[in-house]
Nanobody, 121 residues
Framework: QSQLVESGGGLVQPGGSLRLSCAAS????????TGWFRQAPGKEREELSC???????NYADSVKGRFTVSRDKAKNTVYLEMNSLKLEDTAVYYC???????????????WGQGTQVTVSS
């Protein structure tokens, strides 16, 4: 059964960094696109980044230049490196398995349970 598990969230000060992990089981992660999302209280889910099976990446304007998505094929894991964190980055962060090999907005299945990121001084 396909499963995704996020980890690496926590409490960090503004300007700090965190690296989130998205570990997959039941399927080979690099055969599909993987997306990163977040949802803050009272707000809609926001798509942040995607990495395709070939390694092509894209980012939302809100995180471009601060967040980096990468993948470790041997560990079947995708990462989201987050730098220069801001108060408004506070949210639950999720990863999701893409339906296709290429990134396609909205085309995701098998979501993880999420990991909380809190940016606070």
């Amino acid at each position: 059964q396909s499963q995704l598990v996020e980890s690496g969230g926590g409490l960090v000060q503004p300007g700090g960094s965190l690296r989130l992990s998205c570990a997959a089981s039941g399927f080979t992660l690099d055969h599909y696109a993987t997306g990163w999302f977040r949802q803050a209280p009272g707000k809609e889910r926001e798509e942040l980044s995607c990495i395709s099976s070939s390694g092509t990446t894209n980012y939302a304007d809100s995180v471009k230049g601060r967040f980096t998505v990468s993948r470790d094929k041997a560990k079947n894991t995708v990462y989201l490196e987050m730098n220069s964190l801001k108060l408004e980055d506070t949210a639950v962060y999720y990863c999701a398995k893409g339906v296709f090999r290429m990134c396609a907005r909205g085309e995701y299945e098998y979501w993880g349970q999420g990991t909380q990121v809190t940016v606070s001084s």
